[in-house]
């Protein structure tokens, strides 16, 4: 099915189950560890042995050699993997790094073997027998060095990664009354999910199959097949269920791969998860930025000239695209946009929840606050005074909806803005100094190709098939919930099959695409089998419905089981779409609001109110979506306060390699928080008119609570993460 006019009305506006607040269906599962990830399918793959992956110990040279005698030697141990017998890998198509090194090293804790054992024990401690001898060599490990030395590199083949010139920036930037021009640094991020990276892979014959956690299983598909070199028909991928990704599971990494290797030296199936210590130099990361920032305004607080340049190191095969919000957020006639890539030798930086948005709406809104004060305006009407309804860079080109203003001026009253001194450091409590903070957050609602199957057997249970994945966001509920409106049946009818490459390849979980994209695929195959359902009762009235567990139409009514005595029914569609992305800009909005305190004497933060307004088209269930808020809302605190992956540029590795000291925010830290989806509809995006939350969540979240701090203090950080050391 295509769609490519706007949606009319369908069965999804009757919003009986799409729509409403519906706890998780997998939610049970889950809480009482019951629910399969990767590391646990023991009875999918029975007698796996286990696999310890050993990393580099240095981010840049050679192996000279690799002496595995004593390991092999050890109790337990089955084989060892290393270039020597791994035979030729290739690399992914999404994430670029080589899962083995040898006899390069391309960064530190690359893995250089995996030793395979009968227990995990037993491959743990041989691990530590493997002794590699390196020859160092130069590496490159600093941002700041890199940028200036080698002329940009340029992996920005993309159109989209273009450098962008609207008017005359220059000239109206020289030519502004009120200017600001600053630099800002964000740091790299680790994704630090719950669930390690794991892999249990298993031979039959030339068959290979992966039980692993991954979000994009098509991704994972093609990268599987391009790294191994075999047909992607020899390759099944099995992810049910997965313990958050943030883009760091997006296709496959050095676990998956090394487990295929290892099994089939060995002949056996072999289980591999990454410990935590190489969660971060093993994997990827989202990159650091410098972020230049130029604005030109009139007197009257409207912006002439806006110019906004960002470096960062290798992005796999693309920069980090801090810019992109700026192109799109605000109005201005004269405009220029840059991303420049620097070499690094660091492990490989790809996506994070929100690329670009996130770590350039931490630069942008701070700036955009600096620019406020300067202009003598308040922040939440500088922004409004600065909205636009086209796309910036073409103007024939609306935005399909944009509720921007209305997000900023809900916000504004719901969290009591009007209390805010404009003037910093004004308010005090006691030892704490109090201040509040606005961001805008936007984030692109691109939609992907999504096919699913949905069957309806005998006993009247309706099952969706799709190979779309559930990464804590929701996915099997909206599926669920898509489907029972669909098909007139209640939520308990509904059985959701997630993650599987033997499934229809659905869109995936990434760029927040995922909810709005896997259930058009579903809502397309419904259609068809509502089709067969009414052929099979012959009932084909225009006006017919499915509600209620009955088909009704022409004054007619039959039960839904009616249609499938006859045996079951099952249809498969997908849906995709034409060129309705080109015509309207499509994008979700936002405005955060907090208020910190700091204390006056340690400068210790603490966040102490936050809010979200959200405008996001149909909100498919306000539960999951609040969650998907709330989540990036969390984590666009640590971005904040102190998240930060410390590289030590002599030797290139991030030190802070565990979560004891890769510090992200426990509930402690994180206060009360409240969300407000503002009412949408957006029929550009597809059948369900929704669109995406789970990266909306975090854009702009950071710099509402640097611009709080700011409030508080008067003391401007420009440089995250914004800890006390920096306001005293
Ligand atoms: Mo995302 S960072 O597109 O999973």
Redesign the pocket.
């Known amino acids: 099915m295509k769609f490519d006019t706007p949606a009319s009305r369908n069965p999804i506006d009757r919003l009986k189950v799409v729509g409403q607040p519906t706890a998780r269906i997998d939610g049970p599962l889950k809480t009482t560890g019951t629910a399969t990830y990767a590391y646990e399918q023991h009875n999918a793959a029975p007698g796996a042995a286990y696999g310890y992956i050993v990393g580099a110990g240095i981010a840049k040279g050679r192996i000279e050699s690799i002496d595995v005698d004593r390991a092999k030697a050890a109790p337990g141990v089955l084989g060892i993997v290393t270039a020597a017998n791994a035979g030729k890998l290739g690399v992914g198509a999404f994430y670029v790094a080589r899962a083995l090194a040898g006899p390069d090293v391309d960064h530190y804790h690359q893995a250089v073997a995996i030793v395979v054992a009968e227990t995990f024990e037993q491959a743990r401690a041989a691990a530590h027998l493997v002794r590699v001898r390196y020859a160092r060599g130069e590496g490159s490990f600093d941002l700041e060095q890199a940028r200036g030395k080698k002329p940009a590199q340029q992996p920005l083949q993309q159109k989209r990664f273009a450098d962008t010139a609207v008017g005359d920036f220059d000239g109206a930037f020289a030519a502004a009354p009120v200017t600001l021009d600053a630099t800002y640094t964000t740091p790299d991020h680790g994704h630090a999910m719950m669930e390690p990276h794991a892999t249990i892979a298993a031979w039959h014959g030339d068959k290979l199959t992966l039980w692993t956690a991954i ?1 994009l299983v098509s991704w994972g598909m093609r990268d599987v097949a391009k790294t191994l070199d075999i047909p992607k028909e020899n390759i099944r991928i099995v992810s049910p269920y997965i313990g958050g ?3 760091g599971k ?1 296709s496959i990494l050095a676990d998956a791969v090394l487990a295929a290797v290892a099994a089939k030296q060995i002949g056996r199936p072999v289980k591999v998860t990454l410990q935590r210590a190489l969660m971060f130099n093993n994997t990827t990361h989202r990159a650091a930025t410098i972020q230049r920032i130029r604005i030109g305004a009139g007197n009257d607080g409207r912006i002439t000239a806006i110019g906004h340049e960002s470096w960062s190191g290798n992005l796999g095969n693309q920069p980090e695209f801090a810019t992109a919000p700026t192109r799109m957020l605000y109005a201005g006639a004269n405009r220029m946009t840059r991303l420049r890539v620097a070499h690094l030798d660091l492990p490989e930086a790809n ?5 670009g948005e996130t770590p350039g709406m931490m630069a942008l809104e701070i700036a955009m606050d600096e620019m406020a004060e300067k202009l003598g305006l308040d922040p939440v009407a500088f922004r409004i005074l600065n909205d636009t309804l086209v796309d910036p860079e073409a103007p024939q080109r609306p935005f399909s909806k944009r509720q921007f203003v209305e997000c900023l001026q809900t916000g504004a009253e719901r969290f009591g803005w009007k209390a805010r001194s404009a003037r910093p450091a004004m308010r005090r409590e006691g030892r704490w100094m109090i201040g509040m903070g606005v961001a805008a957050a936007i984030r692109g609602a691109p939609v992907a190709k999504s096919a699913a199957s949905v069957r309806l057997d005998n006993r009247g249970t309706v099952i969706v098939e799709t190979d779309m994945t559930d990464i804590g966001t929701g996915s099997y509920t909206i599926i669920a919930q898509t489907a029972a409106e669909m098909l007139g049946v209640g939520l308990d009818k509904v059985t959701v099959r997630l993650g599987d490459s033997t499934f229809p390849e659905g869109a995936g ?4 695409w995922g909810a709005a994209s896997s259930t058009a695929g579903v809502y397309a195959a419904c259609v068809k089998l509502r089709e067969m359902i009414a052929q099979r009762l012959g009932m084909t009235s225009t006006d017919i419905e499915f509600i209620g567990g009955r088909v009704r139409a022409g004054g007619l009514s039959r039960p839904l089981l009616d249609a499938v005595a006859a045996g079951e029914l099952v249809a498969q569609d997908f849906m995709e779409y034409g060129d309705l992305a080109r015509r309207f800009a499509q994008q979700t909005f936002g405005a955060h609001f907090a208020e910190v305190a700091v204390d006056s004497a340690t400068g210790e933060i603490r966040i102490r109110r936050m809010l979200a307004v959200c405008a996001a088209g149909r909100i498919l269930n306000p539960l999951a979506a609040r969650s998907q808020i709330i989540g990036g809302m969390t984590m666009g605190a640590g971005a904040a306060l102190m998240e930060e992956l410390v590289v030590d540029k002599r030797i290139g590795f991030f030190v802070n390699h565990d979560l004891a000291s890769y510090e992200v925010p426990v509930h402690a830290d994180i206060p009360h928080q409240e969300v407000i989806f503002l009412d949408e509809v957006d029929p550009t995006a597809g059948p369900l008119k929704a669109k995406g939350v789970g ?1 909306l969540g975090i854009s702009g979240v950071p710099a509402a609570i640097a611009n709080a701090v700011y409030n508080a203090t008067g003391i401007r950080v420009r440089d995250y993460p914004v800890t006390l050391d920096k306001l005293l």
């Open positions: 979000q990704g943030f883009g997006g996506a994070m929840r929100a690329p979980s990434g760029g927040q990266e």
